[in-house]
């Protein structure tokens, strides 16, 4: 898929992974996560990392039986009902939304589910894979801005402008077998295209 990269990524540093579908990006996010075994090469996480990760996947693991307020409880065990129902607020689930069952759960809502577990976890480095898929304006302003806050490292993959613009630092472009790595922002690398 990929071969010949190197590099280094630093604490808190927010860097797109961009490229046209079939590139590579989702492999090497699985690379760096472990979901996948490089061929060849290797991958070290630091010893004090701890990921969190976002891909099409996570929102089929979840419990169709279990609601939405039971799915948050259940990875945050010692939290209050008010700390849960509040999280579940800034991402935008109100009232009666909380008790749904995540099989009656539309493909956004499923998302923004797990972004808000992943987003109060104690975790310091988040990898998302297209986590704005699925997303309307409203859901993608409320993650944008609670990344932007996040306090840890993240490595994500989206083919949204907006997105990339207001939150890429560094771009990693996966193409025709390699990771090309520019060190400015999003928007420095549209310019210099
Ligand atoms: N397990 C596998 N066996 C064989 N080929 C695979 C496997 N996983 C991925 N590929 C191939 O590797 C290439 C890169 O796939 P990948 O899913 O990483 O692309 P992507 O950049 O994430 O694309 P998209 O934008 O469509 O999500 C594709 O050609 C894909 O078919
Ligand atoms: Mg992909």
């Known amino acids: 898929v990929f071969h010949g990269l190197s590099t280094t990524v630093k604490r808190t540093n927010k ?3 961009v490229g046209v579908n079939g590139a590579g990006k ?5 690379c760096i996560t472990a979901h996948t075994e490089p061929t060849a090469g290797s991958v070290a996480i630091g010893p004090s990392i701890k990921i969190g990760y976002f891909s099409q996947y996570s929102l089929e693991v979840l419990n169709p039986e279990a609601s939405v307020f039971d799915e948050v409880r259940k990875d945050l065990p010692t939290a209050s009902d008010g700390y849960i ?19 009656y759960l539309s493909g956004g809502e499923k998302s923004r589910l797990v972004m808000a577990v992943l987003l109060s976890q104690n975790n310091n ?21 609670a990344l932007k806050r996040y306090e840890g490292t993240v490595m994500f993959v989206s083919h949204d402008r907006h997105f990339l613009s207001e939150l890429a630092e560094n771009v990693y472009e996966v193409d025709k077998g390699e990771v090309r790595i520019f060190p400015g922002s999003y928007v420095e690398y549209m310019e210099r295209q």
């Open 125 to 145: 480095f988040l990898v998302l894979d297209e986590p704005t898929n699925h997303l309307d304006i409203k859901s993608r302003e409320v993650l944008l801005d």
């Open 26 to 30: 989702s492999t090497l996010l699985k």
């Open 85 to 103: 129902r509040n999280l579940l607020a800034a991402f935008l689930f109100r009232g009666q939304d909380v008790d749904k069952k995540v099989k």
């Open 15 to 17: 860097i797109a992974v």
